[in-house]
Every structure is written in structure tokens, then in C-alpha cells.
């Protein structure tokens, strides 16, 4: 479903590549885990999925992101839009910094629905809205939808992004560090959730951490990433299980050095 193919991506300030080269295929319906230690390259290529890259001043040097037969890396910015948040959609890490604090939550994930359905009506909105809520395990929706972002939960406000992230069904999933600064049962929740929906949509998750244990439990196939590249890349219970290389087999000592 989502072939990248040589990928190279710099930003304009830097004089080495955040993205190097880069190889990777993701299959409908995949758990795909990109790990690596902060500062690797992921969210950059992350966002380079979604066409979002151009924020940072990130600028795609050359290489394909095919995506169901359409190379993102050289489509328009209007095709780009059509295709985020509702054939791929992302999960950022800190909720707090892309919520609006003063529109109520139920407003902000109306407003994706609606940005790919132009033709629904307010109430139709609020309905698909409701019942997505409940998919994300937010049981009291009619109040969360009234809530503004600061008089919800840390996990809460998480489930609202995801909410936001599933309400189109789409078919690739990216999540960039979903549980960062959640608690370890709220963490287990959302990636077990995301597991979940994963099932139910049918929809590929490419989970971008660097949390070693994260990945080997939840992925099936998995990238290792290193200072712009792949260094590694293959079934997760082979990768993590037998890696090959000694980028990989440092991050699983640091990992499990104390077990």
C-alpha cells in the first residue's frame, strides 16, 4: 500500500540529510514500526507521508512516496490535501499543542469529518462525531464533545486526536510517539486501542517510537533507523529476536540490559 523508494529529504539550514536514502514498503492492514533514538530521521519521514514535510523547512531532495499508485513526493498541495486525513491520517505525540484550547473538543473532530465530507450537515457531523467517540473508547461523549481540551485527561485529549485521525476511515494510520507523557496504564490503553482499530478499519499503523519494548510488542514488521537511514528492516520477531546489525543490537542491550 505505501512504497517509499530512495527517499532523501534535508532541511534547508542543515548540511546533512534528516532523510537518507530511504526504502520501505507498508502492507494493507500492517503493524509497521519505525524505531530509533531521537533526532534518527522518523518524524521527519513521517511527515513526509503525509505531506507535511515542507513545515519544518524540510524540503524532499529526491526519491517516491507511493501511496496506492499516487507518488505524494511530487503531487500538488491539493492533492496532497485530499489525501490527508482521509486515506492517511497522523496521531501526533503532544495532544496539547495541536488541539485548539478555546473550540470544544467535539468541534475540532466535527471539523475533519467535514473538511472530506463537504455536503454533511451539522447534526449528521455531531452524530458520526458521537459515535467515534465511543469506537475510541470515550464513553461519555455528549459531555466530551462540549468539553474544551483543558477540562479533559491527558489519555482523553489522545483519544480525541485519534478520534480526529479515524473519523474518515483511513487506510494508513501513522502514529508518532502516541503515548508520550501518558502514564504506563494510559499508555498500554491507547496502543492496545490503536491495536484495536487497527483490526476494526483494517487500516496499516506505522507507529514511529523509539520505546524498543513499544515495538516489539505491538508491530509485525519493523524499520531500525540511524542517522537518516535504514540500517535494518524485516519481521520484528526476527529483527528484534536476531539483529543483525550493531546499531539495532546496542538499542535492544540498552533496552534490556536490566531483565
Known sequence: MLEIKNLTIKYKSAKTPAVDGVSLNINEGDFFALVGESGSGKSTLALSVTGLSFIDNAVVEKGEIIFNAKNIASATEIEKQLIRGK?????FQDPSSYLNPVTKAGIQVAEAFIAHNPTAQKQ????VVLETFLKVQLNDAERIYNSYPHQLSGGQRQRILIAMAIINSPKLLIADEPTTGLDAITQSQILNLIE???RDYNMAIMLITHNIRIAKKYS????VMYKGKIVEQGLSEKVFNAPGHEYTKMLLSKTFKAI
Open 196 to 198: 484495536s482499530l487497527r
Open 220 to 223: 509485525k514488521n519493523v524499520a
Open 87 to 91: 486515506e492517511i491520517s497522523m496521531i
Open 124 to 127: 449528521e457531523a455531531k452524530q
